[in-house]
């Protein structure tokens, strides 16, 4: 059975940091590109970070050199460090193994 478990979400203020981390089981996670992805309300669910099994990242515009996409293949879980939180980070995130599979998501609130 395939699960993805996001943690690391909460509330924190403008300009402010947490990490996320992805747990993942039941899938070949050192073959997997794994990605974040969140989703605003009213809002389609986009892009936020990639990460492919040889470590090659990939970011969205709006959060390039604030966040740090990394994977332990040593523990199948992926992390998302973000940096200079801003009050439009805020959204849940979801992280995806392949496209394929999905967690089902950590809130993250900034304060503005």
């Known amino acids: 059975q395939v699960q993805l478990v996001e943690s690391g979400g909460g509330l924190v203020q403008a300009g402010g940091s947490l990490r996320l981390s992805c747990v993942t089981s039941?899938?070949?996670?050192?073959?997997?590109?794994m990605g974040w992805y969140r989703q605003a309300p009213e809002k389609q669910r986009e892009l936020v970070a990639r990460i492919t099994s040889f470590g090659f990242t990939l970011y969205a515009d709006s959060v390039k050199g604030r966040f740090t996409v990394s994977r332990d293949n040593t523990k199948n879980t992926m992390y998302l460090e973000m940096n200079s939180l801003k009050a439009e980070d805020t959204a849940v995130y979801y992280c995806?193994?392949?496209?394929?599979?999905w967690g089902k998501g950590t809130l993250v609130t900034v304060s503005s």
């Open positions: 995806s193994g392949g496209s394929n599979y």
């Open positions: 039941g899938i070949d996670f050192s073959l997997t590109t």
